[in-house]
């Protein structure tokens, strides 16, 4: 069974439709993300969530809305896409989110997705 | 400035040696971890080791282990008896466990390792 899967693998579209990716985790984890791969490999957090509520959203624009109905679910919609859009996105889950005071924190790893290579043309 | 480095953009090790892949981290916060992700040429993401900054231990998994230098800020990846299948790019990560990070992980740059027969 795969513990974060991300469908669809592989998106075509063109500019200025909308789509969705869905990502589920059988880890029973409490939190989920989204990162973006761009061309150059780097890799960055676009959205967190945890227990459902959205705690991360790293300056990204608001054509991109993640939704998360349950603590196993975080998909994500992306409205009017842009060229800028195309590269693979992957979701992510750990099994806490721990902030605030300094804490001594195990290991909470973060379990990815295949990912979904997203192409805008 | 940059939190997590990776100064090599490529390396290459031929089958059986071992190899090093650089990481250096940039971050105030007391409490960290640090991470190592394999990403094939099939494009998952594949947990490899962590090290906690309060582990007094560098950490191993199997062929994989952490040589963790704290004053420093290195987190370097070994690779023993080096595999074919090992060629993969290879990025390290850090998460701050303080402050408004929530959790969220910070990559390098990345590294391709090309192993040779």
């Known amino acids: 069974d795969t513990a974060v899967s991300q469908t669809p693998k592989y998106l075509v579209t063109q500019m200025g439709n909308d789509k969705s990716i869905k990502c589920e985790q059988n880890l029973g984890h409490d939190t989920m993300y989204w990162y973006k791969q761009d061309s150059k490999k780097f890799l ?5 969530y945890n227990n459902k509520e959205l705690i991360i959203n790293e ?9 998360s109905p349950d603590k196993a679910h975080l998909n994500l919609h992306i409205n009017s896409l842009e060229l800028g859009d195309s590269a ?10 721990l902030w605030g005071a300094y804490q001594v924190i195990a290991k909470n790893i973060q379990y990815f997705g295949a990912g979904t290579r997203l192409s805008v043309l | 400035a940059q939190k997590i480095t990776q100064t090599q953009p490529g390396m290459f090790v031929q089958e059986k040696e071992a190899v090093t892949l650089d990481c250096t981290y940039d971050t105030s916060d007391p409490s960290y971890g640090l991470f190592w992700y394999k990403q094939p040429s099939s494009g998952e993401m594949i947990f490899l080791i962590y090290q906690g900054s309060y582990d007094q231990q560098n950490a191993t998994e199997g062929r994989y282990s952490l040589n963790f230098q704290k004053a420093r800020k290195s987190a370097n990846l ?8 090992d060629s993969a790019m290879y990025f390290c990560a850090m998460r701050e466990d303080g402050g408004t990070s929530y959790g969220k992980l910070t990559f390098g740059q990345g590294t391709i390792l090309t192993v040779h027969p």
């Open chain 1, 44 to 48: 960055k957090i676009m959205f967190s």
């Open chain 1, 59 to 67: 300056t990204v624009p608001n054509r991109f809305s993640p939704k």
């Open chain 1, 88 to 97: 693979v996105y992957f979701c992510a889950s750990s099994p806490h989110n």
């Open chain 2, 78 to 85: 070994v690779i023993s008896a080096s595999q074919l299948g």
